[in-house]
C-alpha cells in the first residue's frame, strides 16, 4: 500500500519502526546511471541527436562545404548535450531521493523526489517476481501483485516495469548486484508468506 512519506523517517526508507520479528535484509538505491540508460532512455536520446548531426552534414555538405556543414551542427550538439544532461541530472535525483528495502516479510520502496511516498509490498501479494539484468550487473527486479490497492504507472514512474500501464508492476529498478538481491529475495520469501506458491522466482534476462 503506498503511504505518503512527508514525516521524518525513523528507519531510512521506513516511515515506521519495523515490528517485533521483522528485520531488514537489504537496503539499495537505483545506479544513476543505469537508471539514465535503461528507464529513460539517455542513449537513445544521444543517438537520436548523433543521427542528426550527421544528416545535417551529409545534407548540407554539398552546398556548404564539409568545414561549414560541420561547423553548422554546432548548435544541435549543444541542444543534444544540454538534453543528456537534464536526462541524467533527473536520474541523479530519483536515485538520491529512493531507496528499496527488502525485509524477512515485504518489499519497501521509498520513492519520489518532489511527492515522496513508500510502497509496502507484503509477500503474500507478491504473485512472481521477474529479473533483468545487464552486463555491468545492474538490473530490475519487477513484481506482478495480486490484490490491494492498484498502482497508478505516471506516480510510481520510473519505479516500474516498463509498458505494464494498464497492469502497473512495481520494481527495483537499476540496482547494483540485482541477480544476487534476486537469489536473497526468493531464498527468504516463503518463511514470510503465508502462502508458499505465491514465492517470487528470478527470471534473468538479457
Request: some cysteine; aromatic content about 8%.
Amino acid at each position: 500500500m503506498p503511504h505518503d512519506d512527508m514525516q521524518v523517517e525513523p528507519i531510512p526508507g521506513l516511515p515506521e519502526v519495523l515490528p517485533e520479528g521483522e528485520h531488514i535484509l537489504w537496503q539499495g538505491s537505483p545506479n544513476p546511471w543505469a537508471l539514465a540508460r535503461d528507464a529513460l532512455l539517455l542513449r537513445w536520446v544521444a543517438g537520436y541527436f548523433g543521427l542528426l548531426a550527421v544528416w545535417r552534414v551529409v545534407a548540407k555538405a554539398p552546398q556548404e562545404g564539409w568545414l561549414g556543414a560541420v561547423e553548422g551542427i554546432a548548435p544541435l550538439l549543444i541542444l543534444g548535450a544540454v538534453a543528456c544532461v537534464l536526462i541524467y541530472g533527473f536520474a541523479w535525483a530519483q536515485a538520491r531521493a529512493s531507496l528499496y528495502t527488502i525485509t524477512n516479510r515485504r518489499v519497501a520502496m521509498r520513492i519520489g523526489v518532489a511527492l515522496t511516498l513508500t510502497m509496502n509490498l507484503p509477500f503474500s501479494r507478491i504473485g512472481s517476481a521477474d529479473l533483468q539484468t545487464r552486463r555491468d550487473g545492474t538490473g530490475t527486479i519487477a513484481f506482478d501483485t495480486s490484490g490491494g490497492q492498484r498502482l497508478g504507472y505516471l506516480i510510481c514512474w520510473p519505479h516500474v516495469r516498463p509498458w505494464y500501464m494498464s497492469d502497473p508492476q512495481p520494481a527495483l529498478r537499476a540496482i547494483p548486484d540485482a541477480e544476487k538481491v534476486a537469489r536473497l529475495l526468493a531464498e527468504n520469501v516463503h518463511p514470510a508468506t503465508a502462502v508458499p506458491n505465491r514465492a517470487p522466482t528470478a527470471v534473468a534476462a538479457e
